[in-house]
């Protein structure tokens, strides 16, 4: 609210007219007293100068004011008064749970002369609109037992409400069946029981009757199984008497028939009991005595003898009992004359072979060296021969023939005891006078199943030979390694043996240049004693192995890769270096040969004082070249 104060101007004013030199214009001054502001007694003097030509008077309203000092003010405050009381209106929002419509304010305060405002009431409700509004629908869900003809399962129930604003709950639909899995249970089984008659078949007594029913709790009827006998006495009756009669064929060579007769009761399951035994009432039995065999039998002689025996055939006559066998297993029994025939030895030229040889032929037989030797198995290679005669004869005592072997001589020279620590040894020699040039030469070294050192390959042979003549160096032709005779079958090499010495593979070298091939297995074994980078050449191993393996023969060919063991010589693969070795912050799992990669399993262990759980880690190495023949390859 805006107070608007006005100034009134006293009736009184005060001329100060001033001359000048001229007599037509002076300065006048004139001054006012004015109200104090509202509030206040006293007043407050204006003083303003104008050049006054015409003689106007102080109390001239055109005087203008607005430039005006003030030269004095006695204003001081008096005590306000009460004027009026005064409204002000406004409006609410209806709370959260009435949203709909709105809320009506009001306030009063008193309006005082010194413009001051007291007494203010604040915004109080004068009237209200609102209502609750709806929100949503929700719902409740329940469950029901099943009535109780069907008390299995249960009954889903559900009943709708709305929730309004203000939380109350209206247009509540009650619990109704959304769904129900109700089903009857078996309650107990029960029977009928009932009587049928008897088949015809068996007329006497009666049948007994079941049925089973199963009742459930909704009183249904299931499984009924219809009506099923459960013991009778039902027996037949006889219903007549019969005659049967049958006829049998007479003994082996006879003519003729028998005829018998017998009687029995039928009963009314058609069933025949009673049956009286078989009397003969016609026998038309005859013999038919035929001619005399003529025809011979020839037979060999038993084993052991040569020649045969003939049989003939002679007649004679008997009276002979004769019978057949009746089915119910009586017999039939009569006399008849009757024409046999016997064989009779006519001749005999059976003669005993005697004891004799039958045949003779060399022959050699072949035995593995440990079991001629009577050794450990694995103790010895090579097989012994052994050379002689298979000789066959007949034996009159026994009437049979056998087969011996006669051995007279042996051959053992290929039994080697098995080697192992193979090594081979260098050595180089002096030309001969006048010759310039060097020699060198080789031999195999090894450890016997015996723990004895021997050369197994003999002693030393000549691998190179580069003399020649003095003063025809420039024209000679290089003289050829001595030619080799063959290669041991179970060899062992370490990695760094192969890769610093050429010596082995200039050996395989000369064995396929001379055109050597091997026809029995080979073994070769290399110990790759450091797989550490930069001590390790997969590309030089991987081409010895398959020299190996085409000198030999890739079907006889075995080789056997033993890798190293130690975490320090796997140095600068993976996260494997020399210091984690040497502090022992890394500890080798294991290490197996796939394909042709080493697959390292190694955990990093922690260290200092936080304690962790083991780090396990997985490295491959290559070990073997991709065009190495990987069949007959192991490792361990």
């Not at 009757?338 to 060399?362: A, F, M, W, Y």
């Not at 930069?534 to 081409?543: E, L, M, R, T």
Request: hydrophobic content about 30%; overall charge neutral; glycine content about 8%.
């Amino acid at each position: 609210m805006k107070i608007i104060k006005t100034i009134i101007a006293l009736a009184f004013f005060l001329a100060l007219p001033q001359a000048y030199a001229d007599g037509g214009t002076w300065r006048t001054t004139c001054t006012k007293n004015v109200e104090c502001p509202a509030g206040q007694t006293g007043y407050i003097t204006l003083s303003t100068t104008f050049s006054n030509s015409g003689g106007m008077k102080c109390n001239n309203p055109s005087i203008y004011w607005g430039n005006a000092k003030q030269t004095a003010n006695t204003c001081v405050n008096s005590a306000p008064i009460y004027k009026e009381t005064k409204y002000d209106y406004g409006t609410e929002y209806c709370p959260a749970a009435q949203p709909s419509g709105i809320i009506n304010t009001k306030q009063s305060y008193d309006v005082w002369s010194d413009g001051s405002i007291r007494n203010v009431s604040g915004f109080k409700e004068i009237s209200r609109t609102c209502t609750p509004i709806y929100v949503r629908t929700d719902y409740d869900y329940g469950t029901e037992y099943c009535p109780a003809a069907q008390p299995s399962g249960i009954i889903n129930t559900k009943q709708s409400y709305d929730v309004w604003s203000d939380g109350s709950i209206r247009n509540v639909s009650g619990f109704k069946e959304i769904s129900r899995t109700c089903t009857p249970i078996y309650v107990r089984t029960d029977y009928d029981y009932g009587t049928e008659y008897c088949p015809a078949a068996q007329p006497s007594g009666i049948i007994n009757t079941k049925q089973s029913y199963d009742v459930w709790s909704d009183g249904s009827i299931r499984n009924v199984s219809g009506f099923k006998e459960t013991s009778r006495t039902c027996v037949p009756i006889k219903s007549q008497s019969e005659t049967q009669y049958r006829e049998n064929t007479c003994s082996t060579g006879q003519s003729g028939k028998i005829t018998q007769s017998r009687t029995y009761d039928v009963w009314t399951d058609d069933t025949v009991k009673n049956f009286s035994t078989w009397v003969v009432i016609k026998n038309t039995c005859s013999i038919n005595n035929e001619e005399l065999k003529k025809d011979k039998r020839a037979e060999l002689c038993p084993e052991g003898y040569t020649g045969e025996k003939i049989y003939k055939w002679e007649p004679y006559y008997t009276n002979d009992s004769y019978s057949i066998i009746d089915t119910d297993g009586s017999k039939i029994e009569y006399a008849l004359s009757t024409l046999h025939h016997r064989e009779v030895l006519e001749s005999n030229t059976c003669k005993e072979i005697p004891t004799q040889g039958i045949e003779t032929k060399d022959g050699v037989e072949q035995v593995s060296c440990d079991d001629f030797l009577v050794a450990v198995a694995g103790s010895y290679t090579g097989i012994v021969y052994k050379y002689g005669e298979y000789v066959t004869s007949y034996s009159s005592k026994t009437k049979g023939t056998s087969t011996v072997f006669n051995t007279k001589s042996i051959d053992k020279t290929s039994c080697k005891a098995q080697m192992t620590d193979m090594s081979i040894e260098y050595k180089s020699g002096d030309c001969e006078l006048g010759e310039t040039g060097s020699k060198k030469y080789y031999r195999y070294k090894a450890i016997n199943s015996k723990s004895e050192i021997t050369y197994p390959y003999g002693d030393w042979t000549m691998l190179d030979n580069t003399c020649v003549a003095q003063g025809a160096a420039d024209n000679a032709t290089p003289v050829a390694p001595e030619k080799v005779t063959g290669l041991l079958s179970n060899m062992h090499f370490t990695s760094s043996r192969l890769m610093a010495d050429d010596s082995f593979s200039t050996y395989l070298n000369n064995l396929a240049a001379d055109g050597w091939t091997g026809k029995e297995r080979h073994k070769l074994t290399i110990s790759i004693d450091d797989l550490s980078n930069g001590s390790y050449d997969a590309k030089k191993i991987s081409s010895i192995i398959s020299k190996y393996q085409s000198v030999v023969g890739a079907g006889n060919a075995d080789i056997k890769i033993v890798l190293p063991r130690s975490i320090d010589k796997l140095v600068g693969n993976g996260n494997i270096t020399a210091k984690a070795t040497t502090t022992k912050t890394l500890a080798l799992k294991s290490i197996r040969l796939v394909g042709t990669n080493a697959v390292v399993n190694y955990v990093e262990l922690t260290s200092g004082k936080a304690v962790k759980a083991p780090t396990a880690k997985e490295t491959k190495i290559q070990v073997l070249s991709s065009d190495v023949d990987l069949t007959k390859i192991s490792s361990e």
